[in-house]
């Protein structure tokens, strides 16, 4: 065994991508000056949490985080997956950031993976649950994924800032995942919709949907929005309702747009009272979150902004061909994610705008990772 070399980073910023790709591509990292400035310095909850959660799903890995939580040495083991696996997530963000990670890593798993998540399952900063289910779990399928054994249950709903909320993951494995060539958009033929309320009157619900369909019923026949209104324990600790709208192409894309609204009552930080403030009424989250969604429509491409950064790292990660995707505007997400790619799976992408429809044309050759830990088992 020789000395292991380290690759150096610094700063906050996309920690969950440098964990997930450092992971693949097992690169020993360490990160310095974590928010090294900040009044609350180092790892945050979350972060912290998404690093136990690394450790649940794998084995041999090695995590030190230094007193002050500003400096994390990181060194990858194998990715195991498992049966019965339980992670309660932090609080402080919902279970859309720890499922995006997840969703890549259980692929290249020995076993398949089966995960139950405890925490937020609905907040206005990640996509929700149902976006994941009805959206996410699609643009899987596109790289090959197998359809069996990939499902995301929603056993019971949380909202900030206490949660309660619980899902169960599965994420079957694969050699390697396949190349391609996306670039059609097509024409919006459905709209499909989740609304859910928990704790609270499901008269908010109703609201949503009335003002979300009279948006969509002027331009498509096909509109559905499903009411999931929970009450007892499968509402979770935390009063409050949200909605999810997903459009499905012609061409098999799948578009979403999400939020949540939290009724919660403000914890010691206060943090909730200015939202109490300025909280809307439920027809006008309805409106918003329509008119959000054709905006996501109009911008173009193959999935809406939030999905960009899953799909560069899947089209990165797939087999040594060449994969095309076509993306309307790049989110700073997104281009944070090319250059992460970059340093760690040294796969760069060219791009090639459309101006005809204001989309960009991306095309990149895979790293060719392939699931050695299955050859093992």
């Not at 020995?110 to 206005?124: C, E, N, R």
């Not at 190349?179 to 859910?196: D, L, N, S, Y």
Request: proline content about 5%; aromatic content about 6%.
């Amino acid at each position: 065994m020789g000395k292991t070399t380290y690759k150096r980073l610094k700063g906050s910023q996309s920690f969950r991508q440098r964990l997930l790709l450092a992971t693949l591509s097992s690169t020993p990292i360490i990160i310095d000056e974590i928010r090294a400035d900040d009044m609350i310095p180092g790892l945050l909850r979350h972060e912290m949490s998404l690093l136990r959660l690394f450790e649940t799903v794998s084995d041999d890995c090695v995590v030190e985080v230094n007193e002050t939580g500003t400096r994390l040495k990181y060194k990858p083991g194998i990715i195991m997956g498992g049966k019965n696996l339980v992670h309660s997530c932090a609080l402080t963000r919902s279970m859309g950031y720890y499922l995006e990670p997840l969703l890549v890593l259980g692929l290249f798993g020995k076993k398949p993976l089966s995960i139950t998540l405890k925490g937020v399952t609905d907040d206005p900063k990640d996509p929700s649950v149902d976006t994941v289910r009805n959206a996410t779990l699609h643009i899987l399928k596109r790289f090959g994924v197998p359809s069996e054994g990939l499902e995301l249950k929603i056993e019971a709903r949380g909202v900030a800032p206490e949660g309660g909320g619980e899902v169960l993951l599965t994420v079957p494995n694969v050699q390697t995942l396949t190349a391609v060539q996306w670039v059609e958009e097509g024409m919006v033929k459905k709209i499909r919709g989740w609304t859910f309320s928990a704790r609270v009157s499901s008269d908010f619900e109703h609201s949503m949907r009335f003002s979300a369909r009279g948006i969509f019923n002027n331009l498509l026949p096909d509109v559905h929005i499903f009411n999931d209104h929970k009450s007892g324990p499968k509402a979770g600790k935390s009063p409050g309702y949200g909605i999810s709208l997903v459009a499905e192409t012609t061409a098999g894309c799948y578009i979403s747009a999400d939020t949540a609204v939290s009724c919660g009552r403000a914890d010691e930080t206060g943090e909730l009272d200015v939202e109490r403030q300025e909280r809307k009424p439920a027809e006008d989250t309805g409106v918003e979150i329509a008119s959000w969604l054709l905006q996501e429509i109009e911008k173009g491409g193959v999935v809406d902004s939030t999905h960009q950064g899953l799909l560069f790292i899947l089209c990165a990660l797939c087999q040594q061909d060449v994969s095309k995707v076509r993306v309307g505007t790049l989110s700073p997400y997104g281009v944070e994610t090319l250059r992460n790619l970059k340093e760690f799976l040294g796969v760069t992408f060219s791009f090639r705008p459309d101006p005809d429809t204001g989309t960009v044309i991306l095309t990149c050759v895979g790293s060719g990772l392939i699931n050695l830990s299955r050859k093992l088992s």
